[in-house]
C-alpha cells in the first residue's frame, strides 16, 4: 500500500510538472530508412482510443520480395518493453501503420512516450537464411530531448535488494498467486554497464525443493526492465507446495551471446515472501 501511495505521488508530480499526455504529438517526421530497398518512417506519436500510446509509421517495400518489418529490443523511457507490431509487405507495396504499447511499466509511465529505443530489422520473409536488408539501432524523443522523463527506481521498504553493483543491480519487488504460471516473484532489473547483459536462473529451490523457473531477461546497455521470475502450478503441485516459505535462487549474470566468459553476479540468495 505504502509502496502504490508513494508511486502515485511521484506520478502525479510528474504530469504536474512536465505537462505530457499520452498523445502529445510533434509535427516532425524521423525518416529512419530510405534506401533502393525500404522505406521506414515514424510520422507521429498518438493514442489509440482503445490500446493506449502508439507510434504511427509509414513503411515501403521496393523490391520484388515479401519483407517483414519487426521492432525488437524495444524500451520505453528507459523500461524494456516490445510492442505488439510487426508488418509483412508484399513486393512493390506501401502501408501505413500504427506500433502499439499494450500496457506500461515504471513510476515514468505517466509521462507518455518521452524516449523510445528500438532496432529495425528488415527480411525477407519467406527466406530467413538471408542477410537482413536493414538492421539499425534508434532513439527518439518525441518531445525533444529536454522532455525525456526517464523511469526511476523508487524502493519500498519492502524490496529485497538481491545486488547492487557498478554494472547490474536486482530487486525483488514483491510476490503473488499468477493466474497464467502459478507463482511469480516480481523482480527489477537494471543494466548499468555498456554491453547486453543476460540474466538467468540456476538451482533455484522453493521450500527446500529443486522448482526450476521459467524466466531469463536480457537486457541492452543502460537499460531497465520489470520482469517476472514464475513458476507453473503443476510444479508446485508435484512438490506438495501450498505456501512458499523459502525460496533460494542462483542467480547469473554473464554478456550477452558469452555464456563462457566471467560472470558479472553469480551467487545463490535466498528470500523468504
Known amino acids: 500500500m505504502k509502496k502504490t501511495v508513494r508511486r502515485l505521488c511521484f506520478l502525479l508530480l510528474l504530469a504536474c510538472t512536465m505537462g505530457l499526455l499520452f498523445g502529445a504529438a510533434s509535427a516532425e517526421e ?7 530497398n525500404i522505406v521506414f518512417t515514424v510520422k507521429e506519436f498518438a493514442e489509440d482510443p482503445f490500446w493506449g500510446p502508439c507510434m504511427k509509421v509509414y513503411l515501403e517495400n521496393k523490391t520484388d520480395e515479401t519483407l517483414m518489418f519487426a521492432i525488437e529490443d524495444c524500451a520505453v523511457n528507459g523500461v524494456m ?9 508484399p513486393a512493390g ?3 501505413n501503420q500504427d506500433v502499439i504499447w499494450m500496457s506500461f511499466s515504471g513510476n515514468a509511465a505517466s509521462a507518455g512516450i518521452t524516449q523510445v529505443d528500438f532496432e529495425l530489422r528488415v527480411y525477407n520473409s519467406d527466406d530467413w537464411s538471408a542477410p537482413n536488408l536493414w538492421e539499425q539501432a534508434y532513439t527518439i524523443q518525441p518531445l525533444g530531448e529536454s522532455g525525456v522523463v526517464p523511469d526511476q527506481y523508487i ?15 536486482m530487486a525483488v519487488t514483491g510476490f503473488r498467486n499468477d493466474a497464467v504460471w502459478g ?9 548499468r554497464s555498456e554491453e547486453p547483459l543476460m540474466f538467468s536462473v540456476e538451482n533455484a ?14 537486457l541492452p546497455a543502460g537499460m531497465n526492465s520489470y520482469s517476472s521470475i514464475s513458476w ?5 503441485e508435484e512438490n506438495a507446495i501450498t505456501e512458499v516459505e523459502e525460496i533460494r535462487l542462483g542467480i547469473r549474470v554473464y554478456p550477452a551471446g558469452n555464456w563462457t566468459g566471467n560472470a558479472i553476479v553469480r551467487e545463490t540468495f535466498t528470500v523468504n515472501p
Do not use: H, R
Not at 518493453?81 to 509487405?89: G, I
Not at 507453473?232 to 508446485?236: A, G, L, R
Open 30 to 36: 524521423w525518416v529512419l530508412a530510405n534506401n533502393e
Open 81 to 89: 518493453n516490445d510492442p505488439f507490431w510487426a508488418a509483412q509487405l
Open 93 to 95: 507495396s506501401k502501408a
Open 155 to 169: 524502493p519500498d521498504e519492502d524490496d529485497i535488494v538481491l545486488f547492487d553493483n557498478e554494472q547490474a543491480f
Open 183 to 191: 507463482y511469480s516473484a516480481d523482480v527489477y532489473l537494471q543494466n
Open 205 to 218: 529451490t522453493v521450500n527446500g525443493f529443486m522448482c526450476d523457473p521459467f524466466w531469463a531477461a536480457q
Open 232 to 236: 507453473f502450478k503443476q510444479t508446485f
